[in-house]
């Protein structure tokens, strides 16, 4: 089964740092560029950062730019966000999306939630 | 920045209706737009890429259509498993953060 899955979430302080994790499972996970989107309580969706296949390439939401860091372990079929110097904004459900060949997100995992509060 | 705003914002239908939901891009962006449903407490799945092409597994009730800057989602009968909070996403160019606001389709 083609299974995406979240873990790192909690609650944390103002200024305060989270590494969210996702296991790949299923499928080639080194073939395929990845995402993060979140969704903040009662909100709309949000992209917040890409990346390429082998990681060479890789993009940031300008509300995260600076404070979040994507990366990936291929041999761990794993995607991470790396989330530093956490804002009240940032409280929001973290899904990880497998992006297609076609750019759209076709497989998503079950989300991880993040709340930032004293 | 891509901008995509969708129409209605707030949606009240019976089974059996027919519905359409419009997304509008504030530039072209050809046929790279998809199409996601969401339900209350769960992951969004993909209904629609490339403005018109079904993801699999996904009822043919659900159809898209359009291009350049104006897209369509229509369901053809809305069966109860459809109310759910519709989004549309450019897929043209990143930062790939547009998605629309969403539409929220309720039962009437």
């Known amino acids: 089964e083609v299974q995406l899955v979240e873990s790192g979430g909690g609650l944390v302080q103002p200024g305060g740092s989270l590494r969210l994790s996702c296991a790949a499972s299923?499928?080639?996970?080194?073939?395929?560029?990845m995402n993060w989107v979140r969704q903040a309580p009662g909100k709309g969706l949000e992209w917040v950062s890409y990346?390429?296949?082998?990681?060479?390439?890789?993009y940031y939401a300008d509300s995260v730019k600076g404070r979040f860091t994507i990366s990936r372990d291929n041999a761990k079929n794993s995607l991470y966000l790396q989330m530093n110097s956490l804002r009240d904004e940032d409280t929001a459900v973290y899904y990880c999306?497998?992006?297609?060949?076609?750019?759209?997100?076709?497989?998503w995992g079950q989300g991880t939630m993040v709340t930032v509060s004293s | 920045d891509i901008q995509l705003t969708q129409s209605p914002s707030f949606l009240s239908a019976s089974v059996g209706d027919r519905v359409t939901i419009t997304c509008r891009a504030s530039?072209?962006?050809?046929?790279?737009l998809a199409w996601y449903q969401q339900k209350p407490g769960k992951a969004p799945k993909l209904l629609i890429y490339?403005?018109?092409t079904l993801q699999s597994g996904v009822p043919s009730r659900f159809s898209g259509s359009g291009s350049g800057t104006e897209f369509t989602l229509t369901i053809s009968s809305l069966q109860p498993e459809d109310f759910a909070t519709y989004y549309c996403?450019?897929?043209?160019?990143?930062?790939?953060?547009?998605f629309g606001q969403g539409t929220r389709l309720e039962i009437k």
């Open positions: 999306a497998r992006e297609n060949y076609d750019n759209a997100f076709d497989i």
């Open positions: 299923g499928f080639t996970f080194s073939s395929y560029s």
């Open positions: 990346i390429s296949s082998s990681s060479s390439t890789i």
């Open positions: 530039q072209g962006i050809s046929s790279y």
């Open positions: 490339a403005a018109s």
């Open positions: 996403q450019q897929l043209n160019s990143y930062p790939r953060d547009t």
